[in-house]
């Protein structure tokens, strides 16, 4: 047990944040989760809204959800799961080994249920502002919510001892860098937005991007389209050529694009050019680390292809350096293998605010 029992505001009710609620009351803290949607899972909410549009929709620069309508884990289930709680195929659930999004969602609300988290969760109340206090030894959080019998937002105030960021890392689309895109007469989106192929039928579509939005988005809109282009910028030399199985696919290497033309022209680097319709920016995240505006002003929006330089452990550390001048204010970093190092830097979260471990733990490499 800790020597004190201390309030925590934890920012977020995805996988980082459900879990970073369980280990703090695990220790004795009382947390309360912030999650500005109507439910909790993060990321694993899948919103539909794109479904029914009859075209791809206009560059958007966050969304909620940023599943498509088929996405399906890249990690087999055993890994994905907590360590303690195993992400097993229930008799009416998607048994796949690789399952749909859906049924991660219903793995995190059952952990939310089996562990008695959802009466801590404060829905659709978004944290707006994290300041330190002047005592120095605690946290004032600004809120905004729906007020009650009303469609107006409020704002409200509250101070806590400690603040645990799980905000999530896949909200600020980055889009690639396009030389003449403005003036090139297509259609542009984020893998973000991108929910089923249907509005793709007949166009030709470039994806910018060959991870694994990249790569499922363009086999899934290979379906229904004339072409798709996959550019990648993961190569030795500039290439095109047609992917093996695949009819209507192309993979165009080295630098991702040349430029793109008034004309409707989206030229590579090796020289050949094709006219799109579609070009899609499969091209990742900001990473908006501490995106709660505070006091202290801690800002990391690091595009993603950097990001991977720093993730894991420099990011983590300088993340938690960043956040935590003396006590009390951690982030929660979960990555690929999300859901089993949750508990890990969680624990390392809770612990040393209980004074069982100092914190300069957190600031260890995780
Ligand atoms: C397309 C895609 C596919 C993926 N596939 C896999 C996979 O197959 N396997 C895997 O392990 N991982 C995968 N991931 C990684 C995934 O992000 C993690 O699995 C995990 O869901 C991250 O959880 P999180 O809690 O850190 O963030 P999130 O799930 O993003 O949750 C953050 C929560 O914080 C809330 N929030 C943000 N700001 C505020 C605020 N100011 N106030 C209140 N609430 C706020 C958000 O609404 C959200 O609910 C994938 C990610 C994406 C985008």
């Known amino acids: 047990m800790p020597s004190r029992s201390l309030r925590v505001a934890v920012i977020g009710a995805g996988a980082a944040g459900l879990v970073a609620a369980r280990e703090l009351r695990r220790e004795g803290h009382a947390p309360v989760v912030f999650e500005r949607t109507d439910g909790v899972g993060g990321t694993w909410v899948y919103e539909a809204d794109a479904d029914a549009s009859a075209s791809p929709e206009p560059l958007v620069t966050q969304r909620r959800s940023n599943l498509d309508a088929s996405l399906r884990t890249n990690l087999p289930r055993e890994c994905m799961g907590f360590l303690d709680f195993p992400f097993v195929a229930g008799p009416d659930g998607d048994t796949r080994r690789f399952p749909g999004h859906a049924e991660v969602l219903r793995y995190l609300q059952s952990f939310a249920r089996r562990f008695d988290l959802d009466g801590l969760v404060r829905l659709e109340t978004e944290v707006v502002r994290v300041s330190r206090e002047t005592s120095g030894t605690s946290w004032r959080v600004r809120y905004s919510r729906k007020a009650s019998g009303s469609e107006k937002r409020e704002t409200d105030e509250e101070v806590f001892d400690a603040v645990v960021i799980c905000n999530g890392h896949y909200s600020q689309p980055h889009f690639a860098d396009v030389a003449g895109v403005d003036a090139w007469p297509g259609k542009q989106l984020h893998s973000t937005s991108y929910r089923v192929p249907e509005p793709f039928h007949g166009q030709v579509v470039v994806v910018i991007g060959c991870g694994p939005s990249g790569t499922d988005i363009s086999r899934d809109i ?145």
């Open 222 to 366: 290979a379906g229904v389209a004339k072409e798709v282009h996959l550019a990648s910028r993961w190569s030795l030399s500039a290439t095109s050529e047609k992917l093996p199985g695949h009819a209507n696919m192309w993979f165009h290497s080295e630098a991702q694009i040349d430029r793109a033309q008034e004309d409707g022209s989206v030229v590579f680097h090796d020289g050949s050019r094709v006219k799109a319709d579609v070009i899609m920016h499969c091209t990742g995240y900001i990473l908006a680390a501490c995106i709660v505006q505070m006091q202290i002003q801690v800002q990391l929006p690091i595009p993603h292809q950097r990001c991977n330089r720093l993730r894991g452990r420099q990011l983590c550390r300088s993340t938690v350096q960043a956040c935590v001048p003396a006590t009390g204010c951690s982030s929660t970093l979960l990555h690929r293998v999300a859901f089993k190092g949750g508990p890990f830097s969680t624990v390392r979260a809770a612990e040393p605010l209980g004074g069982r471990r100092s914190v300069g733990a957190i600031q260890a490499p995780i």
